[in-house]
């Protein structure tokens, strides 16, 4: 089965800096990955979906990369802000597996001032 | 719309009880899952449907049964509560299976503790 990995340790950063969370799998590559963010006591709200075919997404202070030959996925906050803290999940979609997720733990970021 | 509606917010069951989880959308979505999600592990998918009448089973679906005789609900059963059942579970969905790289919309899920 897919083991996904992401830091389990919070990562803490400084305001206006860029917060990179990683996001590393094992076993067969995914067709598509997904990032989320979850605060506390609330549902994932979906962010980007990255497909196995692109390199790089963005949408405004959001980067997202995916490099199947390392099996990675870099998710990147620019200009980061107290707003942003909150935990990020990423999940991979498998090849043929219609909407079925698999999630990694979530790393949990703190932009401080 | 309401998006992703989950009922009740949270439960306190004894072991044995039995209780069902309910899970409503309103945006005409084909496909529904349940997930939970407990410390230290990801979300697990328990369940799933791509549309109604058809369901199947996730990752952990012993103790838990679906049925979706309604486009817009997915309720979750617990037949027999465990210890072990004691998580947070999240109801999402997703508009269409044809695409099969659709954003899941999540519920605000239900907190469940099983004594």
């Known amino acids: 089965s897919q083991k996904i990995e992401q830091n389990s340790e919070a990562l803490n950063i400084q305001e206006g800096k860029t917060a990179t969370l990683t996001c590393n799998y094992t076993n067969y590559s995914p067709a598509y990955l997904q990032w989320y963010r979850q605060d506390p006591g609330r549902g994932p709200v979906f962010l980007l979906l990255?497909?196995?075919?692109?390199k790089e997404k963005r949408k405004e202070r959001l980067k997202v990369t995916f490099d199947t030959t390392l099996k990675q996925s870099l998710f990147h906050i620019t200009a980061s802000q107290p707003a942003d803290s909150a935990t990020y999940l990423c999940a991979l979609g498998r090849p043929g597996g219609g909407n079925k997720l698999t999630f990694g733990t979530g790393t949990q970021l703190k932009v401080e001032l | 719309n309401a998006g992703v509606t989950q009922t009740p917010k949270f439960q306190v069951l004894k072991t044995g009880q039995s209780m069902t989880l309910q899970c409503a959308q309103d945006?005409?979505?084909?496909?529904m899952s349940w997930y939970r999600q407990d410390p230290g592990m990801g979300l697990r998918l328990i369940h799933y449907s791509v549309g109604a009448g058809i369901t199947d089973q996730g990752e952990v679906p012993n103790g838990y049964n679906v049925s979706r005789s309604t486009t817009e609900d997915f309720p979750l059963r617990l037949l027999s509560a465990a210890p072990s059942q004691t998580s947070v579970y999240f109801c999402?969905?997703?508009?269409?299976?044809?695409?099969?790289?659709?954003?899941?919309?999540f519920g605000p899920g239900t907190r469940l503790l099983v004594l």
């Open positions: 999402a969905s997703s508009p269409a299976l044809a695409l099969a790289q659709e954003t899941q919309y």
């Open positions: 945006m005409n979505h084909e496909y």
């Open positions: 990255i497909r196995e075919n692109e």
